[in-house]
Nanobody
Framework: VQLQASGGGLVQTGGSLRLSCAAS????????IAWFRQTPGKEREFVAA???????HYSASVKGRFTISGDNAKNTVDLQMNTLKPEDTAVYYC???????????????????WGQGTLVTVSS
């Protein structure tokens, strides 16, 4: 599986961005795909995940502001980010695996496939 993340950029506080993770080699409907983010000196942090293009999971810090969704026709998983805050500033990565139990879905070590990061900067 190869993943290509895109959509990062600079936005003001309260603004929106949409990230996209394009998958090749496997269909997203057969995968667990997640978004993680990382800032310098910190561990990679779970943001959201979608399982088999249906069931979604969010971290408490983004729930209600971010929406993850799978597009089977395009074979992508998007992350719509609304009401952005400066603390959302990070490099965002998409990750995938074929099978992850629910209790481990936020653990980056469980994912075998990673895309390159895309930088999101939220100015105050």
């Amino acid at each position: 599986v190869q993943l290509q993340a895109s959509g990062g950029g600079l936005v003001q506080t309260g603004g929106s961005l949409r990230l996209s993770c394009a998958a090749s080699g496997r269909m997203v409907r057969n995968l667990v795909i997640a978004w993680f983010r990382q800032t310098p000196g910190k561990e990679r942090e779970f943001v959201a995940a979608v399982r088999r293009s249906s069931t979604t999971h969010y971290s408490a810090s983004v729930k209600g502001r971010f929406t993850i969704s799978g597009d089977n026709a395009k074979n992508t998983v998007d992350l719509q980010m609304n009401t952005l805050k400066p603390e959302d500033t990070a490099v965002y990565y998409c990750a995938a695996d074929s099978q992850i139990i629910l209790s481990s879905i936020s653990n980056p070590d469980q994912y075998d496939y990673w895309g390159q990061g895309t930088l999101v900067t939220v100015s105050s």
